[in-house]
C-alpha cells in the first residue's frame, strides 16, 4: 500500500498507540482531603470549617476580584449570576445558542425568558450584531459564553450592555484564564461563572464558581447560594432572598483549593500545546481553526475547527478519516442549537402544563425555538469538527502527530 494512502483506504495510520490517560489529582488533592476527614467536619458551615473559604479567597485573588462564591456545580454558579441579577417575570436574557443546557436552565427558573442571537461563522462565538438585533425593552441581561475557551468580543458586548444598561454574566466554564486583549475573561463583565465539572480545566468532579466585583451583586448572590439566610445574625432565622441551596461541601473545597493552586501551570501548558496545533495548521485549505481575536488568548477546552464550504470531502467524512488515524475526533459539537436540543423548551412547556414565563402579562409576544430561530448557527454546527483537545497531558510529539494527520487526512480525502 503506498505510503501516501490514508488509513480509512487501508494505509497505516499515523498513530497507533493510545493517547495519555488524564489523570488530574493526586497527592496534593488527598492531602487536603485528609485534612477534611481528620477534622470531621465536611459541612460549608460550621467552627472547622476552611476549605471552601480558602478556596473561594486563592480564586479570587488568582483573578484579581473582590468576591468568589462557591457552589456546586456550573450549572449553579450560573443561576448564582442570574439571581444577582434578579429579573422579573417575562425580562429576558440573551445566551448563546452553542452551549451546555446548564447556561440556559436558569433563565427560566428565575422566571425570564432566554433569548438566542446567532454566533460568528467562524468564531463559534456570539455575534455582536445578532445581540444587538436582539435587545428589546425587556432585556436584562446579556450572557456571554466563551466557547472552547476562545473569549467574545468583549469591548462589543460591553458596548451594547452600557448603551442599553444591561448586566454581562460571563459564561466561563470551558474558559479558565483566557484572556482579552490584557483581561481575565470572567473579569470584564459584571459577573463571571465558572464550573469546576471533571472535563474542565480545573476539576472536583463537579462544583462551581461566580465572582464579581459588585458588593452589591456579591451579597444578594452569597445569600442566594445559602437560600438567602442571613446566617450571622442571631434571634429567629431571617431569608431575605429566595434561593435554593447551592452550598459547596468542604469535600469538594479541598479538591478545588489544590486545583486552584495548579489552574496558572495547567492553563500554560493547554496554551503551549493549542498554540502550536494551530502554528501547524493554520494554512490548511480545506480546515480552519477557531478564529481568535487579535489580542486574546485561548485555552483550548477543546479544539474547535470547521471544514470549508469549499472542502472535497464532508465534515463527516473527514472525522471518520481522523480516527481511523489514530486521533479521536468527533463532529458537529451539541449537533443543534441548544433550544432545539431539549424539547421542553422547544415547546416552552416547562412547568407542568403552563407556557409560563412565556405567557406571562409582562412577556413579548412572537418568541419561537425553531429551525428558523439560529440558521446561520446550525450551518456552524454542521461544519464543525472535535479533534483531541490538546491538554497539559499531551507532549509536543503527540501535538506535531495530531497535526500531521490532519494534514494527511485534508490533502489526501477526496482526491
Known amino acids: 500500500m503506498p505510503a501516501d494512502t490514508l488509513a480509512i483506504d487501508g494505509g497505516t495510520p499515523v498513530r497507533s498507540r493510545p493517547f495519555p490517560r488524564e489523570q488530574k489529582v493526586g497527592k496534593e488533592e488527598l492531602k487536603e482531603l485528609i485534612d477534611v476527614i481528620y477534622s470531621g467536619h465536611m459541612g460549608r458551615f460550621g467552627h472547622d470549617a476552611s476549605k471552601v473559604a480558602a478556596f473561594e479567597e486563592e480564586f479570587a485573588e488568582v483573578y484579581g476580584v473582590s468576591h468568589a462564591i462557591a457552589s456546586t456545580s456550573g450549572t449553579s454558579a450560573i443561576h448564582i449570576a442570574v439571581g444577582m441579577v434578579n429579573p422579573s417575570p417575562g425580562d429576558e436574557i440573551i445566551v448563546g445558542p452553542i452551549t451546555d443546557m446548564g447556561s440556559v436552565v436558569p433563565v427560566p427558573y428565575q422566571t425570564a425568558i432566554p433569548i438566542f442571537p446567532e454566533v460568528g461563522r467562524d468564531t463559534f462565538n456570539m455575534d455582536p450584531a445578532s445581540i444587538e438585533e436582539n435587545v428589546t425593552e425587556n432585556t436584562v441581561a446579556i450572557m456571554a459564553i466563551h466557547l472552547f475557551g476562545n473569549p467574545c468580543d468583549m469591548d462589543a458586548i460591553m458596548d451594547i450592555a452600557r448603551r442599553h444598561d444591561l448586566i454581562v454574566i460571563e459564561d466561563c466554564s470551558q474558559a479558565h484564564m483566557s484572556e482579552y486583549r490584557g483581561k481575565l475573561v470572567g473579569t470584564i463583565g459584571h459577573i463571571g461563572c465558572f464550573s469546576l465539572q471533571q472535563s474542565k480545566h480545573i476539576t472536583a ?27 450571622a445574625q442571631y434571634g429567629p432565622r431571617r431569608y431575605d432572598v429566595f434561593g435554593p441551596n447551592y452550598r459547596m461541601n468542604e469535600l469538594t473545597g479541598a479538591v478545588a483549593l489544590a486545583q486552584t493552586r495548579k489552574l496558572r501551570e495547567i492553563v500554560a501548558l ?39 464550504e469549499d472542502a472535497p470531502f464532508t465534515p463527516q467524512e473527514f472525522a471518520a478519516a481522523l480516527v481511523a ?22 415547546k416552552q412547556r416547562l412547568f407542568g402544563d403552563s407556557r409560563f414565563p412565556f405567557d406571562h402579562p409582562n412577556a413579548r409576544d412572537g418568541i419561537v425555538y425553531d429551525e428558523s430561530t439560529c440558521p446561520v448557527t446550525q450551518e456552524v454546527l454542521d461544519r464543525m469538527v472535535l479533534p483531541i483537545a ?26
Do not use: N
Request: charged fraction near 30%; aromatic fraction near 8%; proline fraction near 4%.
Open 270 to 308: 493547554r496554551r503551549e500545546r493549542g498554540d502550536l496545533l494551530t502554528e501547524l495548521i493554520g494554512d490548511d485549505p480545506h480546515v480552519r481553526p477557531q478564529r481568535l481575536l487579535d489580542g486574546c488568548e485561548h485555552t483550548y477546552w477543546r479544539y474547535g475547527m470547521r471544514v470549508l
Open 390 to 415: 490538546p491538554s497539559q497531558f499531551l507532549s509536543e510529539g503527540d501535538i506535531r502527530e495530531i497535526a500531521g494527520a490532519i494534514r494527511k487526512v485534508s490533502s489526501l480525502l477526496g482526491r
Open 325 to 346: 488515524e489514530g486521533i479521536p475526533c468527533s463532529r458537529g459539537y451539541i449537533g443543534r442549537p441548544i433550544f432545539l436540543c431539549h424539547e421542553a423548551f422547544r
Open 205 to 231: 468532579g463537579e462544583g462551581g464558581i461566580t465572582v464579581t466585583e459588585d458588593e452589591e451583586l456579591a451579597a444578594r448572590g452569597r445569600l442566594f447560594m445559602d437560600k438567602g439566610w442571613h446566617r
